[in-house]
């Protein structure tokens, strides 16, 4: 059987946290199997971005396996939105998704850092 040998890498946002311009905004994404909110803090913390979004991989119909997803968005100062179970395919219909993310980083233009 061959051998699979792992290297750390550079942690990418992380890097662009520590290289961010002035009013530059820096979502992050995470899949996460448990301590969904949790996780998102830390890495919301610890990576100095503006917003997390993530999604536990680990519930029935979400994630990379479903044609549907869920998903949590957390910003600096503890708001937090959750987006139900919904389609991951387009439609005519606006997604959920889409415009929550647009109206949470809208406040975070004009941030700096």
Request: aromatic share 4%; glycine share 8%; net charge positive.
């Amino acid at each position: 059987m061959p051998e699979i040998r792992l290297v750390p890498t550079l942690d990418i946002l992380a890097e662009l946290g520590r290289r961010r311009r002035p009013g530059q905004v820096l979502v992050g994404f995470a899949a996460e199997t448990d301590g969904l909110v949790e996780r998102l803090a830390a890495k919301l913390e610890a990576k100095d971005v503006d917003l997390m979004v993530g999604n536990d991989v680990g519930a029935q119909g979400v994630g990379f396996a479903y044609e549907t997803n869920a998903v949590t968005i957390l910003q600096r100062g503890g708001a937090r939105t959750e987006i139900p179970l919904q389609s991951k395919r387009p439609s005519r219909k606006p997604s959920s998704l889409s415009p929550s993310l647009c109206f949470r980083a809208e406040p975070w233009r004009a941030r700096a850092p």
